[in-house]
T-cell receptor, first 114, second 111 residues
Framework: EAGVTQFPSHSVIEKGQTVTLRCDPI?????LYWYRRVMGKEIKFLLH????????ESGMPNNRFLAERTGGTYSTLKVQPAELEDSGVYFC????????????FGPGTRLTVL | QKEVEQDPGPLSVPEGAIVSLNCTYS??????FMWYRQYSRKGPELLMY????GNKEDGRFTAQVDKSSKYISLFIRDSQPSDSATYLC???????????FGTGTQLKVEL
């Protein structure tokens, strides 16, 4: 069974540009999460989807970030316009949604904003 | 104050040593405590979790939680070079889905 996949693995953009990150969860996982790790800091929660609905978006830093999960399958996270402080590693995780189910993480997308 | 504090290391030990990794937390609402292992350029992978206070053992790994002192520990016995990774502790509230991570401790087990 394929794990959580993320694309691209690495993105380098200039300040002010737009970047879209993609996450494909494990097949059948209704829950999808986005997390971010800024250099030197801990991994922080961004938001949580249950199927196509946003369950919790309390960690989204500001309105330059837009997450979507149309059809309840893959998800995209768009940053527009990107700022220097958006640099970091963006992780996606998925889970089945049962009580205390394991969140399976993807390898992350390393975003560098110059 | 961070909700989960963890010494970033790096921690270097010889093969076969017992490793002790520790975290403290401040959020009293945490009921579940996880340990994740992350290899370089990979995503975090769940090692084990405990519910409330107590111990849990899985092979060479033992997780301990002391809720009275808000202290979380992971012990690795007979450490191997393949254990070299970053170890992340995390807390989870009851019924919640949002993991709150520490910064991670980088461990290197040397031959």
């Amino acid at each position: 069974e394929a794990g959580v996949t993320q694309f691209p693995s690495h993105s380098v953009i200039e300040k002010g540009q737009t970047v879209t990150l993609r996450c494909d969860p494990i097949s059948g996982h209704d829950n999808l999460y986005w997390y971010r790790r800024v250099m030197g800091k801990e991994i922080k929660f961004l938001l949580h989807f249950v199927k196509e609905s946003k369950q919790d978006e309390s960690g989204m830093p500001n309105n330059r970030f837009l997450a979507e999960r149309t059809g309840g399958t893959y998800s995209t996270l768009k940053v527009q316009p990107a700022e220097l402080e958006d640099s970091g590693v963006y992780f996606c995780a998925s889970s089945t949604g049962t009580n205390l189910d394991t969140q399976y993480f993807g390898p992350g997308t390393r975003l560098t904003v110059l | 104050q961070k909700e989960v504090e963890q010494d970033p290391g790096p921690l270097s030990v010889p093969e076969g040593a017992i490793v002790s990794l520790n975290c403290t937390y401040s959020n009293s609402a945490f009921q579940y405590f996880m340990w994740y292992r992350q290899y370089s350029r990979k995503g975090p992978e769940l090692l084990m979790y405990t519910y409330s206070s107590g111990n849990k053992e899985d092979g060479r790994f033992t997780a301990q939680v002391d809720k009275s002192s808000k202290y979380i520990s992971l012990f690795i016995r007979d450490s191997q070079p393949s254990d070299s990774a970053t170890y992340l502790c995390a807390g989870l509230t009851g019924g919640g889905n949002k993991l709150t991570f520490g910064t991670g401790t980088q461990l290197k087990v040397e031959l």
